[in-house]
């Protein structure tokens, strides 16, 4: 008996609203009432839903926790594997495999099927989020919405979109802006949909950070996980979180260990040479039109917007005005 995951209806929620992920409706359907339950409560606390009304097709994502484990499609070739994650594709599907968690993708189909263990219950959350992160990226790229491994926050509308690989600081930096008022977005997986109005959007809640960061905001929790921590920001700055909001610049940081910072303007064929890692593996598989789509979307993005390279040294990391300070030098950040 299957059941659809239905949000209770609230002022917030109401009944005929439609749960939706970067403005595309989502419809979660599980193998029982009683996972259906569960699910409804955890895709409140882990991922950034929206509520609307339904403007497109939606995207189906099956769930399990029992029966029907899946199994990669037979000519599927692996392209990942570390440790017990791993990736393989077909022309038109996917398969993935991560701790406590396997799927199997349709991107052009807009459906997967996704198999949680009882075990990916109990771990963090955003651990338990990557699974989903995963099926949401590779099933918007098909609705022209791109994923980067970026962090992102917005003042007024429009947003900072801080790109680059683990320990770069990209997410240090979003988190000392958004303790000094900015609005958040995305961390760790930001979502670009280009056009006349090119937008930003994020995926899950929460912010991963380096643990250096809690000493100088004590105010942030402290749940580990891996070798971060991780913060669940609405309870710590509420009616803080945006939807979506416009790019006005893209930040590309590296953490030099020097005592104070500076920024320095990247062309936009540097800039978009840096994008491409933090696309990772979406853009070097799949179908090559949504390759060729993912790389016209960041040629884009670094056309439209000014790119700068962000040389972070201590000062700014936990002091979000230094940081203001240093942008607004350069006409960053400004209201608009």
């Excluded at 017990?84 to 807009?110: E, I, K, N, Y």
């Excluded at 899950?204 to 971060?228: I, Q």
């Excluded at 039109?289 to 917007?305: E, I, K, P, T, Y």
């Amino acid at each position: 008996m299957t059941a659809l995951v239905s949000l209770p209806p609230s002022a917030a929620h109401p009944a005929d609203a439609v749960p939706a992920v970067a403005g595309v409706p989502v419809l979660l359907e599980a193998e029982s009432p009683a996972l259906a339950e569960r699910l409804a409560a955890w895709t409140r606390r882990g991922l950034a839903l929206t509520d609307g009304q339904a403007t497109e097709a939606p995207l189906h994502i099956e769930v399990r926790s029992r029966a029907g484990r899946p199994a990669p499609p037979p000519e599927a070739i692996e392209i990942v594997a570390i440790g017990d994650w791993r990736m393989l594709c077909s022309r038109d599907r996917v398969f993935a495999c991560f701790t406590h968690a396997q799927g199997v993708l349709s991107p052009a189909a807009g459906r997967a099927l996704l198999w949680l263990a009882e075990d990916w219950w109990r771990e963090p959350l955003k651990l338990q989020q990557v699974p989903w992160l995963c099926t949401l990226a590779w099933l918007l790229r098909e609705r022209d919405r791109f994923a980067l491994h970026a962090s992102a926050v917005a003042r007024n509308g429009t947003g900072l979109l801080f790109a680059g690989e683990s320990g770069s600081g990209k997410s240090s930096s979003a988190l000392s802006l958004i303790h000094a008022g900015w609005d958040w977005l995305a961390d760790d997986v930001a979502l670009f949909q280009p056009g006349d109005t090119p937008h930003l959007h994020g995926i899950a809640r929460g912010f991963g950070f380096h643990p250096a960061l809690a000493e100088r905001l004590p105010a942030l929790p402290k749940e580990p996980t891996a070798n971060k921590h991780f913060a669940a920001l609405d309870g710590l700055y509420p009616g803080r979180r945006v939807a979506a909001c416009r790019p006005a610049a893209v930040l590309l940081p590296r953490v030099t260990g020097q005592a104070t910072s500076r920024l320095s303007r990247a062309s936009p064929a540097a800039a978009l040479l840096a994008l491409l890692p933090a696309s990772g593996i979406l853009l070097a598989s799949g179908t090559p039109d949504r390759a060729q789509a993912h790389l016209r979307a960041l040629g884009g993005l670094v056309s439209a917007v000014p790119a700068y390279r962000l040389h972070a040294g201590q000062d700014i990391f936990g002091n979000g005005a230094a940081l203001e300070a240093l942008l607004a030098v350069h006409g960053v950040g400004r209201p608009g």
